[in-house]
């Protein structure tokens, strides 16, 4: 589904990237973890079309997102991947429901639709007594159920993570973790997520780990049944 082919990225004279290549399927859950500074989020944002490669190919269900102009990858970033941030990165302003709807609205999609998705959205993640809470009213763990709802919107092929769980507390960010592999199990979403989280990356399907710009290990396996509880 993800095709990744010789990525490189610098910042100036420091070099991030030192030749990614990468094949990512299709209803897995891939953790991408090592040291900071590694460069793991700088791949994460360019496997999710917010940064570009200074040389390289990502192709994303075939397409190669070099050729997409600003325009055109900012439409394809809106329709077809989801992203859940530390900070839940929710407007203050608005309320769960409209968090949610976001993406759906900018996408021009009809109204009605969005908000009856974003409302089975909320029924699935736990969350629709607060849809008419804004934010501050809201507890971490429940922004960022709202957050995984908003990535959700859209029907993504792939919903990017960076440190979905750094922010939340042990018995949230269990929570949480079990959440990603449940619409795995129940939708088939494909999630890569960074995480310093060691009981989230035993989890996932795959653990690949960055170490100084370049892919130390990568390891593939089936995801352990989840305890009951």
């Known amino acids: 589904m993800i095709d990744v082919s010789a990525i490189y990225k610098?910042?100036?004279q420091l070099q991030v990237l030192k030749g990614i290549n990468l094949k990512l399927?299709?209803?897995?859950?891939?953790?991408?973890?090592?040291?900071?500074?590694?460069?793991?989020?700088?791949?994460?944002?360019?496997?999710?079309?917010?940064?570009?490669?200074?040389?390289?190919?990502?192709?994303?269900?075939?397409?190669?997102?070099?050729t997409l102009p600003d325009e055109r990858l900012a439409q394809f970033r809106n329709q077809r991947i989801g992203f859940v941030f530390q900070f839940h990165n929710l407007l203050p302003e608005f309320t769960a429901l409209e968090n949610i709807a976001l993406p759906g609205y900018?996408?021009?999609?009809?109204?009605?639709?969005?908000?009856?998705?974003?409302?089975?959205?909320?029924?699935?993640?736990?969350?629709?007594?607060?849809?008419?809470?804004?934010?501050?009213?809201?507890?971490?763990?429940?922004q960022q159920r709202v957050a995984v709802a908003r990535a959700l919107i859209n029907s993504p092929l792939v919903v990017f993570a960076d440190e979905p769980s750094g922010n939340l507390d042990t018995r949230n960010a269990e929570e949480l973790h079990r959440l990603f592999f449940q619409l795995?199990?129940?939708?088939?979403?494909?999630?890569?997520?960074?995480?310093?989280?060691?009981?989230?990356?035993?989890?996932?399907?795959?653990?690949?780990?960055?170490v100084d710009g370049q892919i130390a290990s990568d390891t593939v396996r089936e995801a352990p049944p989840l305890a009951e509880g």
């Not at 994460?44 to 200074?54: A, F, K, Q, V, W």
């Not at 629709?128 to 507890?139: M, N, Q, V």
């Not at 997520?193 to 795959?206: C, E, F, K």
């Open 25 to 66: 399927r299709r209803g897995e859950i891939t953790a991408i973890v090592g040291p900071s500074g590694a460069g793991k989020s700088t791949l994460l944002h360019i496997l999710g079309t917010l940064d570009r490669p200074d040389r390289g190919q990502v192709r994303i269900e075939g397409i190669d997102l070099a």
């Open 184 to 210: 795995r199990d129940e939708m088939g979403q494909t999630f890569v997520i960074v995480t310093h989280n060691p009981g989230l990356a035993s989890m996932t399907n795959r653990r690949i780990e960055i």
């Open 10 to 12: 610098s910042y100036g």
């Open 106 to 142: 900018i996408g021009g999609r009809p109204s009605a639709q969005v908000e009856q998705r974003a409302k089975q959205l909320a029924k699935l993640l736990g969350v629709t007594a607060r849809l008419g809470h804004k934010p501050a009213e809201l507890s971490g763990g429940e």
